[in-house]
């Protein structure tokens, strides 16, 4: 990003805050928002906070054409003596540069950003939602701004960051949910984008998610594209299945996207010496281990859920039930472990926190 300075400009009036109590996720937008230009031979520039507003792009840029574009989302949380919190920011940084390879945008600074992104909350410190289970949503992305109808990286580009709060994903306690393996429609395929944050991922997995919600289920499990018989990862999060006591998640393999709770998870299982190991898992394996009582549990990661335990999954016309449908021990535990570092209630023995200084306190 050269040589950041970062020009500010204050909002006028400030929004009012909406109540966090049943607050929907990602409709609600902090007073100011991160923008900075990238421009071919010149790298980025024009880094700002301004009042957050609409932008103006040329009805021609490629974004709108040929969907280049990454994204990233992590949460900023407040502690209970009112500081404020990033998990692993670095980590999102690093994979959005790693996204942005693939689609062939230029790299961020990723220390500038996490600058950029620290001296933006700190303006926003107020809009950290600080009851229990709320956060700060954060969402860094890059678009490309380049107007040109060819086939073509473009050559211009801004990245922006905008805030979110968010609400409890869960109320009343994490409970399971029912998912619905999908034999029809796949996410990813190797050699594909499946490993990149971008957002024709998303946009191929709308129709398989609007099914199984019609049918009921809350989330899809994907299966790899080829023979459809190998697990990939559920809706927007990875899996990992606890069998016979082994914790099993499947191994990156290009079409699956790393996930940052992945691999907290990851590293915490192996500091607690429990049996976790990164492979090809098939559904008949899944469904076997279900039918002879090896099955203990099943659950999903991801920033937005933490962990969601599976309690039921469908594949072929065929029901499943994951611990009668109860919540796995394991589950809580890494749920509670996990969520209490990010908050601030438990040590950080990983060092996978960063606490926002106060600038006051900074200056002094
Ligand atoms: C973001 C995302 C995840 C989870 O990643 P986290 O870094 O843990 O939030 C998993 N799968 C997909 C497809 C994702 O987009």
Same mark, same amino acid.
């Given at each position: 990003m +050269? ?9 006028l009036?400030?929004?009012?805050k909406?109540? &966090? #109590?049943g607050i929907?996720?990602?409709?609600n ?8 230009d990238?421009t071919?031979?010149q ?6 906070i301004?009042?957050?507003?609409? !932008?103006? %792009? ?5 974004i709108?054409?040929?969907g280049?574009t990454?994204?990233?989302?992590l @949460? ?5 003596? +009112? ?7 670095? *980590? ?19 220390e ?12 926003e410190?107020d809009?950290?939602p600080?009851? #229990?289970? &709320?956060s700060l949503y954060?969402?860094?992305?890059m678009?490309?701004t380049e107007?040109?109808l /060819?086939v073509a990286?473009s %050559?211009e ?8 709060p968010?609400?409890s994903?869960?109320?009343? +306690? ?6 619905l393996?999908?034999n ?5 395929v190797?050699?594909?984008?499946g ?10 997995s709308?129709?398989?998610q ?7 289920y ?8 080829v023979?459809?018989?190998? !697990?990939e990862?559920? +809706?927007?999060?990875?899996?990992f299945?606890?069998i016979?006591g #082994? ?10 996207? /790393? =996930?940052? &709770? ?11 010496d429990?049996?976790v190991? *990164? ?6 394996? %899944?469904?076997?281990?279900q039918k002879?009582?090896r099955?203990e549990?099943?659950?999903? &990661?991801g920033?937005a859920?933490?962990?969601?335990p ?6 072929? /016309? ?7 449908g ?6 809580? @535990?890494l749920?509670?472990?996990?969520? =209490?570092?990010?908050?601030?209630? @438990? ?5 996978w926190?960063?606490?926002?200084? *106060?600038?006051a306190?900074? @200056?002094?």
């Open positions: +050269g040589n950041m300075q970062i020009n500010i400009t204050k909002c009036e400030k929004k009012a909406p109540a &966090t #109590e929907a996720f990602g409709r937008f902090t007073d100011h928002m991160f923008i900075a990238y071919e031979g790298g980025w520039h024009d880094h700002r301004v009042p957050y507003q609409p !932008i103006s %792009l040329d009805p021609s840029a490629i709108f054409h040929y280049q990454v994204f990233e989302g @949460k900023a949380y407040k502690s209970e003596d +009112g500081t404020v919190r990033l998990f692993r920011p670095e *980590e999102n940084f690093r994979r959005m540069n790693e996204s942005c390879d693939r689609l062939c945008m230029p790299a961020i600074d990723e500038q950003a996490l600058e950029a992104l620290k001296a933006l909350i700190e303006m410190r809009w950290v600080s009851a #229990e289970g &709320t954060i969402r860094p992305y678009i490309a107007p040109h /060819g990286p %050559l580009y801004k990245f922006m960051i905008v805030l979110s968010v609400g994903y869960y109320k009343g +306690g994490v409970a399971p949910v029912k998912i393996v999908e029809e429609y796949v996410r990813a190797a050699g594909g984008t490993a990149a944050k971008t957002a024709g991922n998303y946009a191929a709308l129709k398989a609007q099914v199984a919600e019609g049918m009921g809350a989330q899809v499990l994907w299966l790899d594209g023979e459809k018989k190998y !697990i990862e559920v +809706g927007s999060m990875n899996v299945f606890k016979g #082994e914790v099993i998640t499947p191994a990156l393999n290009g079409s699956i996207l /790393g =996930g940052i &709770t992945r691999k907290s998870i990851l590293e915490m299982l192996r500091a607690w429990v049996p190991t *990164e492979r090809r898992i098939s559904m008949q394996e %899944l469904v076997e281990a002879d009582g099955l549990e099943a659950f999903g &990661t920033t859920a933490v962990i969601s599976i309690g039921e999954f469908s594949w072929k /016309g065929e029901t499943f039930s994951v611990k009668d109860e919540a796995g021990e394991l589950s809580l @535990k749920y509670d472990e996990l969520t =209490g570092i990010q908050t601030g209630k @438990k040590d950080d023995p990983f060092g926190v960063t606490v926002i200084e *106060e600038k306190t900074v @200056k002094q």
